[in-house]
């Protein structure tokens, strides 16, 4: 990253004082000196182009202790030897705040600690400023003179100047070999545990790779600053632009910031104070990427010291559009996708399914996110294709870089960054002993489905990607209950003509072979979105214009899809759900949507299903009250336990605030689940449940003791389900929950848990009033 610092030429007519010491650093730089020789004459240098008597870098070791490690101006025994407590003096002020420090006469102040060793007494000023690099400390640039004075205009910018250099020549290994760095490690190296929610299952050791990693700049000083000037201005003007083509374009990119995030960066673009910063540095002698990276650095170290949520917010939205404006500046400066190493654990913001399916899932072995939720897509994509997710680990981006070691323990929610070795051993025992379990859960593929009380039920298979077939005959499912046909949508640039969507289809119905496929219609809208849909603007997107409502009013691409589906079906059995039904009319106008197309088939004489069924995919409570009325006109029923709870609570399921905030083992909302069940049952309409309720086991079973049969599930969660219907007693826990659902109460999770055996549960399967 170095090598253009290194090797560009000598600057030429660069202005005397910043611009000067910059230049001379380039040279200095340049040298081929041993690392602890450039790290002395650079204070040296920096003493003499300051006035300054004293220059001295203190370096943060891995113990958190700050060590001199060059100086000029002190006593050369105490280098290596001198070290400082975080908080220690006031080179560890600096240290503790972040933030230059000026004292006129440093041994007056409450904070000045003495270490006679490095002989500082005859110096009386002190300044120190931070070594900043990704918003994290790597060390204190310090300068003292012998004289008592006030410092001079711009003093602490030069320095804060040079400190920025120097973290990125620190960083980039070129001044100090790795191997002579004597364990001056420059990264954060303690241990830290982030506790998210656990969203899908699994245990993966392995590095960090950050999603849309910090850009660094690869040239620092300027060869010409007009010319630098310049470069900034087009390319403020450029990001300008492009944020508002986003905003006006009316399609967000999917994955990407959203309005109000689109609305903060144009407001911080547009912000004087940053451009001011910008251009000061930039007029320091910095290039315009080195600026760019300066003020990021500033604003990262005090955002992140801010307790306010709001402020640490903005800490992303900077960080974001930061990098956007280094693009603008150099196309080169991304990172031009480094390659995946084989464990990677990719840490992120908030990812799009898409942009998740973009990574190779041979190498891709965790996600950890700071936002998401267990009900969002990017989750759903996690678990098809088997990865562990642990979601809202607020905050570890900023602790976090590509290539340290971490563990994500999808199990109970954990995300460990630079693990001890103890911790690691633990882990690795236990992800051998979950590879065990996995094992003997393959072998359960073909276990009998059902209870311990005789009563049969059916497990099925939530799908939408191609990969996830072969999960059929490892999981032993009954079949594909819920094929969400958008995944396709959502993850194509372009919209799938009819033949591609039918040899999706096709290839399902292959898979499945005897075995039943449900194929849900489009359900895009809400927080599915794709790049080919319509431009969509809603206040409230969950409530808004999505799936059937889509699909009735603009019926055209409905129609093509079902086409496709007519299409695949050729000479098999056709299963077709509409989404998100709110009222019985938009069912039957799905449905006769559906025959329509039959028809039309039929009467171009093309090869037709052996049979069709029209399903309806109860999500909403005004739909469960009117069902006796939709059922007559109904083939079959799913239950979308996740948008029905959701709406039921008027919780989204997508805000991890609120999303959490009830329970579905509540009596209302298991009465709800058990009116739907008995007016299934009295119209002798069959009927499943999807969703994530399904997919737990302690929810399944009292779905089972609701009187339901069939549940569909993502891949992961058949084996843990079939294993604990196996052993339940459905009888008795219909019984124990009879005389509970009228009753009022939070929950009846605690008590069933405690109840345990006495509830029909399978005695091994409580543990600790946990599922296991
Ligand atoms: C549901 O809402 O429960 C469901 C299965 O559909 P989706 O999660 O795709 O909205
Ligand atoms: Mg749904």
Redesign the pocket.
Known sequence: MMDDVLNTPEAKDLAPGPRRLLSRLRSLMAAQDNAQKRLDNLTSMIAEETGADVSSIYLARRSGALELCATHGLNQEAVHNTRLQHGEGLVGQVALTAKPLAAADAQSHPAFSYRPETGEEPFKSFVGVPILRGGRLVGVLTSQTSEARTLADGEIETLQTVAMILAEIIASGQIIAPEELAGLDVRPSKSERFQGGAFSPGLSIGVAVVHEPHVSPVRLIADDPEDEEARLDIAINELRLAIDDMLDAGRLPFGGPTRDVLEAYRMFAHDRGWLRQLRDAVKQGLTAEAAVERVRNEHRARLMQAKDMNFRERLHDLEDLANRLLRHLDENSQDAGAPLPDNAILIARSIGPAELLDYDRNKLKGLALEEGSA?S?AV?VAKALGIPLVGQVEGALDRVETGDPVILDGEFGLLIMRPSEDVVEAYADRAAAMSRRAAAFAKLKDAPSVTADGKPFELYL?AGLLIELKRLEETGAAGIG?F?T?FQFMVADTLPTVSEQAVLYSAVMDACGARPAVF?TL?LG?D?VTASAPAMREPNPALGWRAIRMGLDRPGLLRLQLRALIQAAAGRKLDVLF?MIAAPWEFFAARDMLEAEIARAEKYGHPMPKKWRAGL?L?TPGMAFAIDEALPRADFV?????????YFFAAD?LNARVSDRYDVLSPPALRLFRTIQQACAHHDVPVSV????ASKPLEAAVLLALGYTKL?MAAGSVAPVRTLLNGLDVGRLGAWLASRLDHSGRSLRPELLEAGVDAGLPPEAVDNSRII
Request: aromatic share 0%.
């Open positions: 009900t897509h759903i939530n819920l969400r958008e849900r359900d809400g599915k989404p995919m999500e799913a239950v979308g336990a996740n948008d029905l709870m959701q399921r999807c969703g994530e309720t569909s």
